[in-house]
């Protein structure tokens, strides 16, 4: 995995140079689309060349190529390659928020319209957790083919510590989905009128700070999501090395800083026509159950319409109940587009 993110991160970095050349007349918008390319170019252009890529480039530059090779073709099937190259329109998008330079992604299936939309908040901080091609195809390719959906996936600011913009774990960042629907235009095949919002662990926050600031959404799903980050210390302590680096004068402000990001101290102001799924995994030891658990009380005592699922056995990854999560939340977006 950190070869495929050193691959892809090399990849943008190399599509940014675009800022290096005079831009558009709306590049000084506070919001706009810079650069979108088709996401099956360079190392990802065919399946052989992806598969050289991870398994590390060649047989001289790595010992273990071969045996890397064999375990990758294994994994990532050439047929399901080829299929998705010809049916998913995967695009890279680099769009400009206020003075940052974003990073993320769009995938929908090919010569479709009218798709609705999911707004994809993803989970980590910086590069850890960062989209990247290898994920995406794993993670949302299926998504956007299976249920008719276009997904826009943020990286949020602060992947490339050299560009303007840094990840302040839900300040400034929050901005980076905010600016979403101002990119569908760009867009055709979406239809800006049916939109929902995922977000699972970090992503949760993300998601909740967006509409409470005023993102329109029909439905929002949450997987894994910490809601109460000053209760969240006295279980992962370690979590405190994240907040210092990322959020702006925490040790100075660190009370206000952190009930700033914990919903569950401000979800009521979040319109309530929004529905409002929390999926959680019963056995998760990075965010106990616990924190949906306490912001589901809320949500009932605010009066939203909401429901919360938990998944006996699942701890923070959703990966071994996947399907039947994605299914929930899709079943929960369509319930509330129709």
Request: with cysteine.
């Amino acid at each position: 995995m950190k070869m495929l993110r050193k691959t892809y991160l090399l990849v943008v970095a190399a599509a940014i140079g675009i800022l290096t050349f005079p831009l558009s007349s709306n590049a000084q918008d506070e919001v706009s689309l810079l650069k979108s390319d088709t996401c099956f170019t360079g190392p990802f252009s065919s399946y052989e060349r992806w598969m050289n890529v991870i398994s590390g480039g060649s047989r001289e530059k790595a010992e273990d190529f071969e045996e890397r090779l064999t375990r990758n073709t294994a994994f990532y099937k050439k047929e399901q390659f080829e299929n998705y190259r010809e049916t998913i329109d995967c695009r890279t998008m680099i769009y400009k928020v206020d003075d940052a330079i974003v990073d993320g992604f769009y995938i929908a299936p090919s010569d479709q319209s009218d798709l609705p939309v999911v707004i994809y908040n993803r989970g980590g901080n910086a590069t850890y957790g960062a989209w990247i091609f290898g994920n995406v195809y794993l993670r949302l390719f299926d998504i956007a083919k299976e249920h008719n959906v276009a997904i826009f996936a943020t990286n949020y600011r602060g992947v490339f510590p050299t560009l303007p913009g840094n990840d302040e774990f839900g300040g400034e960042d929050v901005k980076d989905v905010l600016a979403l629907p101002q990119l569908f235009s760009e867009f055709p095949a979406v239809n800006p009128e049916k939109v929902a919002v995922y977000g699972e662990s970090r992503g949760g926050m993300q998601s909740l700070l967006a509409l409470k600031q005023g993102l329109q959404a029909d439905a929002a799903v949450l997987f894994a999501g910490q809601y109460d980050f000053v209760e969240a210390l006295k279980h992962r302590p370690e979590m405190e090395k994240v907040y210092r680096a990322r959020i702006p004068n925490y040790e100075e402000n660190k009370a206000e800083a952190l009930k700033k990001r914990s919903a569950i101290h401000w979800v009521g102001e979040i319109d309530k026509d929004i529905p409002v799924l929390l999926i959680h995994g019963e056995q998760d030891q990075r965010v106990l159950v616990d924190s949906s658990i306490a912001l589901n009380k809320v949500l009932e005592a605010e009066g939203f319409k909401h429901k919360l699922s938990v998944y006996e056995g699942l701890g923070h990854q959703s990966a071994p109940k996947r399907k039947q999560i994605v299914a929930e939340m899709i079943s929960w977006f369509k319930q509330h587009w129709d």
